[in-house]
C-alpha cells in the first residue's frame, strides 16, 4: 500500500521546534553514577532523563528527544500516577506528577541514595492526603527508584491504582534505518505479578540489555501494562507508525478495572489497597543491566530474586503436556490453576501441566512461594492443533464462501473478509483491499490453501480450484503472471448498479478507484498469490484425487510464473514491482518452491528463481541495516532475508537478521509476549478496531519465527533461538476461535484484551505456521530433556515423543543434528536413546488424509554425517518414498 500519509508526518517533523519546557531543562542535569550506570536527572523534576552503561555513549532513554518531551503530560522513568478514595467511598481522585509540572522539593539523602525529592507540588492535587517521597539508589551496582506513600490524612484510603510510567528509546520518527538500529531499543513486559519484569533491547539484538524488576524488599507486583496518553506532537509522532508510545507498571488496577475496563477481563485479578491513617508503604522498580545481552536476560532476572518460570510452550493445545521449570530462592507453597484448567504434577522444581478439557482460551497458572510472593504464568488453551485448522478450513469454506456470481467485482466464487462481531463477510470497506482479496487485510484464502498443504480435505481443494479457476487466475491475475491490489474499489460511476452503503467513511486514500485497485506495484501481493499455488500443488502432488480440475504441475507452473513476474528486473537489478527488492513476508514459500522446483526436475525454471533470490541477497549483503520495507520501521523484511542471506551462505547477513529479530521478539512466561514479534499499526490497515496499539500475534509472529527455528537447527545449543522461535510458531493457533473463525491479532490494551472482529490479514500469519510447525527434541540446560510440541515417555534408556504440533510431519533431534519431514501422513511417535542417540525411529500413519505414501527428507543442518532413511523405500524427489499402509509402517533415520 502507499502509505502517504506517514511520510509527509516525517518530513514535517524536520521543522518543528522545541515545545514548551514544562520539565525545567534550562535549569540542567543531576549528573550520577553507579557500577553499572551513567545516568542523568532533570535537576528540576528529578525525572530520569539519561541511562547509558558505564563508560558508554549507548543511552535507552530518547535523551536526544528530550526538547520534544519536556511538555506537561509527556512521561518518564520516575514519574507516578495514583487513584485513591476514602475507605467506604466510590469516587476515585486522581493524582499524575506529569500532567502539571512543578520543581520538585529536594529532600535529604542517607547512605546509598543518590537523590531523594518531596513531590508534592507536581502531585496535581493540592489537598490530597497522600506524602510521596521519590528515592533514585544505588541497588548492588545498579539502579534503584522507591516511592514512600504517607498517608497523612485521618481517614483510611484506598489506592485503586498505583503505576509507574515508562520511557525508553523507542520513538522511530525523523530516524533512518541505520540510526534507529543504532540507538533505539523496544520494550518488553511479563506481566508476572511479583515475577513481572520489563526487558529493554537495543533493535540491532546486540549490545548490553536493561531489565526492570520489582525492588527488593518492597511488594511491587506487575498486575496490569497500562498504554499511556500523551499528548499528539508532530516532533515525535506520538502513537503512529513511527512510535508506538508508552506504558506504565501498574501495582494495583482495580480503579480502572471497575471504570475504563470494564468491558475486559484482565491478564490478572484487579486489586487495590487500603492505607490506613498515618500508614506508609514503600514501591519500587531495579533497573538492572544485562551486560551479555539479550540472551542473558533470564539469568540476570533471577540474580534480582525476582521468580522466573521457563516453559516449553504457553498455548497449549488440549493434548499436549507442557513442562515449566520455577527457579526461585523461596519453596514453593502452592500451585493453582485457574478454573482447574491443567491437571498439574509437581517434581521437585519441574512441573507438568496437562490440560483437563474444562477450558479454551486464556487462562492462568498462580505460583505462591513461601516468602510470600505470587507469580502468574499465562497460558491459551486451544483445540488440539489438527482440529483447529480442520474447523478453519470448515468455518472458512462455508460461512465465509462467496458465491454471488452477479458481483460487479468478480470476487465470486471465493474465501472473503469475515467480521465476527457481525458474523457476516465483509463485501464492503472503506479500506478496499479488504474486501477486495488482496494486499494482506484481504487474503484469507490464503490461510485456507495452506491448510490444505498440511491437512488436506476433498470439498475444501474442490471450492479453492473453483477459486484458482474463476477468480484468482482470471481477476487478481492477469492470466497467470501480475497481481492487483484490490479486485474491490470505490468508483461509483463504474459501477452504477452496485449500492455503496452510504454509512462508511468513503473518501480516504484507502478508498482507491479502479485504477489504483487494479494496480500491480506491489509485490507483497504476489506472495500470497504464490503461497496459494503452492500449497494446492503439494497437496495434489501427494494425492492427485484431490485435483478435479487441474493437475498439480498446473499449480507449480502458475506458483513459478507468478514468482517470475514477482521478480523481474531491467536488466540492471531494479525491480519492475515495486517493493521487490525487499524482503517480502510469506517468502519462505519462494524457497520451498524453489526447493520442488529442483525435486521435480524443473532445472531451468529452478535456475530462474534461483538467480533472482541471488540478486536480492547479494544487494541486502552490502547494505548495514537491509530490512526496509514500506513502512518506516517493519519486521516483515528480515524472514526473507534471512532465508536468501543463509540459503546462498551470507553468514554475516544471517546473523544480522536473526540479532534484529531477537531485538523485537522475547521470550516470557506469558502466551502473548512469548514469540510476539513487534507490530502495532495494523489495526489500522486491517483491523474492525482501528488503533495504534501493540498487536498479540500478528503475522509477524509465526514468520519471523522461521528464521529463528531455522538459525537453531545450524545452532542446537542456542535453545533462546528455540524458545523464541518455538512461540512464534504456535502464535497463529490463538487466532482460531473455537467455531473456526479467526481473528488477525488480538487487542493488548488492557480496556479491550479479545481478539478482533475481522480476519484481517491472518492468511500470512497461517502460513507461517504452516510452514514451520514441528516438533523440537532437546536437551534443554532449563527444562533438561523435553519436546516442544510433544509428549514424551522414557523407559529402558529409550524417548519416545508423540508429536503434538498443527501438521506433524517434522521432527527435529538437537543432539542428532537432524531435520525430519515426511510430505504427506502423520509422524505418531519418534523413539530414540535417551543417551547418545545415533538413530531414530519414525512410526508413519495414513493420518486423518489417509496418505498411502509419502516422501521422506532428512537434513542434518545441525551434523557433519549424512543420514538415510531405512525401511522398505525407494529414493525419489530428493528423499526416500514410503508406503503407508493403513495400520502404519515403521522406518529408521540412520548414519549413511
Known amino acids: 500500500m502507499n502509505w502517504w500519509s506517514l511520510p509527509l508526518v516525517c518530513a514535517l517533523v524536520t521543522h518543528v521546534k522545541a515545545q514548551t519546557d514544562n520539565l525545567g531543562l534550562d535549569n540542567g542535569y543531576v549528573s550520577l553514577s553507579t557500577a553499572n550506570f551513567d545516568l542523568e536527572l532533570a535537576k528540576d523534576s528529578q525525572v530520569l532523563v539519561s541511562l547509558k552503561p558505564a563508560g558508554e555513549s549507548f543511552d535507552f532513554l530518547p535523551f536526544d528527544y528530550l526538547p520534544f518531551r519536556a511538555a506537561n503530560g509527556q512521561y518518564h522513568n520516575g514519574d507516578i500516577t495514583l487513584r485513591y478514595r476514602a475507605s467506604g467511598t466510590t469516587d476515585w481522585t486522581a493524582i499524575d506528577s506529569a500532567q502539571s509540572r512543578q520543581p520538585v522539593t529536594e529532600a535529604t539523602t542517607e547512605s546509598g541514595v543518590l537523590a531523594a525529592s518531596d513531590m508534592a507540588p507536581t502531585l496535581s492535587s493540592d489537598s490530597t492526603p497522600l506524602q510521596i517521597t521519590r528515592s533514585w539508589v544505588g541497588v548492588s551496582g545498579d539502579l534503584g527508584l522507591s516511592f514512600e506513600i504517607t498517608n497523612t490524612g485521618e481517614e483510611d484510603l484506598e489506592i485503586g491504582s498505583l503505576g509507574f510510567p515508562t520511557e525508553f528509546n523507542s520513538i522511530f520518527t525523523n530516524r533512518t534505518a541505520e540510526d534507529m538500529a543504532a540507538h533505539c531499543s523496544l520494550t518488553d513486559p511479563h506481566i508476572g505479578l511479583d515475577a513481572g519484569y520489563l526487558q529493554v533491547v537495543p533493535t540491532s539484538g546486540t549490545g548490553a540489555a536493561l531489565i526492570v524488576t520489582p525492588l527488593v524488599n518492597t511488594s511491587t507486583p506487575f498486575e496490569a501494562w497500562r498504554n499511556l496518553d500523551e499528548p499528539i506532537d508532530a516532533a515525535t509522532a506520538y502513537q503512529s507508525q513511527t512510535f508506538e508510545g508508552f506504558y506504565e507498571w501498574q501495582v494495583h488496577s482495580e480503579a480502572y478495572a471497575q471504570n475504563e475496563w470494564a468491558a475486559a477481563t484482565p491478564w490478572n485479578t484487579a486489586t487495590s489497597r487500603t492505607l490506613k491513617a498515618g500508614e506508609s508503604t514503600t514501591v519500587g522498580l531495579r533497573f538492572s543491566l544485562v551486560a551479555d545481552g539479550v540472551r542473558g536476560i533470564q539469568d540476570a532476572v533471577r540474580s534480582t530474586g525476582t521468580p522466573l518460570t521457563i516453559g516449553t510452550g504457553y498455548i497449549v493445545p488440549e493434548d499436549l503436556t507442557v513442562r515449566l521449570a520455577i527457579s526461585h530462592s523461596a519453596n514453593v507453597s502452592d500451585i493453582v490453576s485457574q478454573e482447574d484448567a491443567f491437571e498439574i504434577v509437581e517434581n521437585g522444581n519441574m512441573v507438568s501441566l496437562t490440560p483437563t478439557g474444562s477450558s479454551w482460551g486464556r487462562t492462568r497458572v498462580d505460583i505462591s512461594y513461601a516468602d510470600g510472593k505470587t507469580q502468574s504464568v499465562h497460558y491459551f488453551i486451544t483445540t488440539s492443533a489438527p482440529d483447529a485448522i480442520a474447523q478453519l478450513g470448515e468455518f472458512s469454506t462455508s460461512s465465509m464462501w462467496y458465491t454471488d456470481e452477479t458481483d460487479p467485482f468478480g470476487r465470486a466464487p471465493s474465501i472473503m473478509s469475515y467480521d465476527a462481531s457481525t458474523e457476516a463477510i465483509v463485501l464492503q470497506e472503506p479500506r478496499v483491499w479488504i474486501a477486495g482479496l488482496s494486499d494482506e487485510g484481504g487474503v484469507i484464502y490464503l490461510a485456507t490453501a495452506m491448510k490444505q498443504h498440511g491437512l488436506p480435505a476433498a470439498a475444501e481443494m474442490t471450492k479453492l480450484e473453483q477459486f484458482a479457476s474463476q477468480v484468482l487466475l482470471p481477476n487478481l491475475q492477469d492470466n497467470g503472471t501480475h497481481v492487483v491490489k484490490s479486485l474491490f474499489y470505490y468508483e461509483p460511476d463504474l459501477v452504477p448498479d452496485y449500492e455503496y452503503d452510504g454509512s462508511l467513511q468513503w473518501g480516504n486514500w484507502w478508498s482507491w478507484n479502479q485504477a489504483d485497485s487494479y494496480s500491480t506495484d506491489r509485490a507483497y501481493d504476489y506472495i500470497h498469490v504464490i503461497g496459494a499455488y503452492w500449497a494446492l500443488y503439494r497437496a495434489g502432488r501427494e494425492d492427485p484425487s484431490l485435483l478435479t480440475s487441474h493437475t498439480w504441475d498446473w499449480y507449480l507452473a502458475h506458483a513459478y510464473n507468478t514468482t517470475v513476474a514477482c521478480f523481474e528486473t531491467d536488466g540492471q537489478g531494479n525491480g519492475l514491482v515495486g517493493y521487490s527488492r525487499v524482503g517480502l513476508m510469506g517468502e519462505t514459500v519462494v524457497g520451498e518452491l524453489l526447493q520442488d522446483l529442483q525435486r521435480e526436475g524443473w532445472s531451468a525454471e529452478a535456475e530462474a528463481v534461483e538467480a533472482a533470490m541471488k540478486l536480492r541477497a547479494d544487494a541486502w549483503d552490502s547494505q548495514t541495516a537491509p530490512f526496509g520495507s514500506e513502512m518506516a520501521w517493519d519486521s516483515t523484511g528480515q524472514e526473507?532475508?534471512?532465508?536468501?542471506?543463509?540459503?546462498?551462505?551470507?553468514?554475516?547477513?544471517?546473523?544480522?537478521?536473526?540479532?534484529?529479530?531477537?531485538?523485537?521478539?522475547?521470550?516470557?512466561?506469558?502466551?502473548?509476549?512469548?514469540?510476539?514479534?513487534?507490530?502495532?499499526?495494523?489495526?489500522?490497515?486491517?483491523?474492525?478496531?482501528?488503533?495504534?496499539?501493540?498487536?498479540?500475534?500478528?503475522?509477524?509472529?509465526?514468520?519471523?519465527?522461521?528464521?529463528?527455528?531455522?538459525?537453531?537447527?545450524?545452532?542446537?545449543?542456542?535453545?533462546?533461538?528455540?524458545?523464541?522461535?518455538?512461540?512464534?510458531?504456535?502464535?497463529?493457533?490463538?487466532?482460531?476461535?473455537?467455531?473456526?473463525?479467526?481473528?488477525?491479532?488480538?487487542?493488548?490494551?488492557?480496556?479491550?484484551?479479545?481478539?478482533?472482529?475481522?480476519?484481517?490479514?491472518y492468511g500470512p500469519s497461517f502460513l507461517g505456521m504452516m510452514l514451520g510447525s514441528a516438533v523440537y527434541v532437546v536437551d534443554d540446560p532449563d527444562l533438561g530433556l523435553v519436546a516442544y510440541g510433544g509428549n514424551t515417555a522414557t523407559s529402558d534408556g529409550v524417548v519416545t515423543v508423540q508429536p503434538r504440533d498443527a501438521v506433524r510431519r517434522r521432527v527435529y533431534v538437537a543432539s542428532m543434528g537432524v531435520y525430519v519431514t515426511t510430505s504427506a501422513g502423520w509422524i505418531e511417535e519418534v523413539s530414540l536413546a535417551s543417551a547418545d542417540p545415533q538413530q531414530m525411529e519414525l512410526r508413519l500413519v495414513p493420518g486423518p488424509a489417509n496418505a498411502t505414501a509419502a516422501v521422506v527428507w532428512v537434513e542434518n543442518p545441525g551434523a557433519s554425517d549424512g543420514y538415510v532413511v531405512e525401511g522398505g523405500t525407494e529414493k525419489t524427489r530428493g528423499g526416500w518414498e514410503v508406503q503407508i499402509p493403513a495400520g502404519g509402517v515403521d522406518v529408521t533415520v540412520v548414519k549413511g
Open 640 to 761: 526473507g532475508v534471512y532465508y536468501w542471506a543463509n540459503y546462498f551462505d551470507l553468514t554475516n547477513t544471517a546473523t544480522k537478521t536473526v540479532n534484529s529479530i531477537l531485538g523485537f521478539m522475547p521470550t516470557v512466561s506469558h502466551w502473548g509476549w512469548n514469540g510476539n514479534a513487534r507490530r502495532y499499526w495494523d489495526f489500522i490497515y486491517a483491523g474492525k478496531l482501528q488503533r495504534i496499539e501493540r498487536m498479540i500475534h500478528h503475522y509477524g509472529s509465526s514468520l519471523n519465527a522461521l528464521p529463528l527455528l531455522a538459525q537453531f537447527r545450524q545452532q542446537p545449543t542456542d535453545t533462546h533461538l528455540l524458545r523464541v522461535g518455538f512461540g512464534g510458531i504456535t502464535g497463529p493457533l490463538s487466532n482460531i476461535r473455537q467455531d473456526g473463525s479467526m481473528f488477525h491479532a488480538f487487542h493488548s490494551f488492557p480496556d479491550t484484551l479479545k481478539g478482533d472482529d475481522y480476519s484481517g490479514d
